[in-house]
């Protein structure tokens, strides 16, 4: 059973930065993407940003040049940097694992993603 716990949100004024992380558990099988979505009220889940097995990197436009991606294979964590936070940010924000997922931005589609974490809630102030 894979266990992913991601931590690291909070409230922040806008401009500033947050570092999340996603720690995960209990691999049986090789994991081929990784990703971070989020979702604010009243709004459909979105996919952020997305890892595949090669390192290659897709992100949403609304957050590229401000947020990256990265693992530490060896420690089993997903990271998420963000900078320059807008208020428009502010959301719960997942870590999600898929043992197969497509190619290029298709890895930002939440349907490929087998497991999910609980959440960590980021909020950006004016």
């Known amino acids: 059973q894979v266990h992913l716990v991601e931590s690291g949100g909070g409230s922040v004024q806008s401009g500033g930065s947050l570092r999340l992380s996603c720690a995960a558990s209990?691999?049986?099988?090789?994991?081929?993407?990784m990703g971070w979505f989020r979702q604010a009220p009243g709004k459909e889940r979105e996919g952020v940003a997305a890892?595949?097995?090669?390192?290659?990197?897709e992100y949403a436009d609304s957050v590229k040049g401000r947020f990256t991606i990265s693992q530490d294979n060896a420690k089993n964590t997903l990271s998420l940097q963000m900078d320059s936070l807008k208020p428009e940010d502010t959301a719960m924000y997942y870590c999600a694992e898929a043992p197969l997922c497509g190619n290029g931005l298709e890895t930002l589609l939440s349907d490929w993603y087998t497991y999910w974490g609980q959440g960590t809630q980021v909020t950006v102030s004016t």
């Open positions: 890892v595949n097995i090669d390192g290659r990197t």
């Open positions: 209990g691999y049986t099988y090789i994991k081929y993407c």
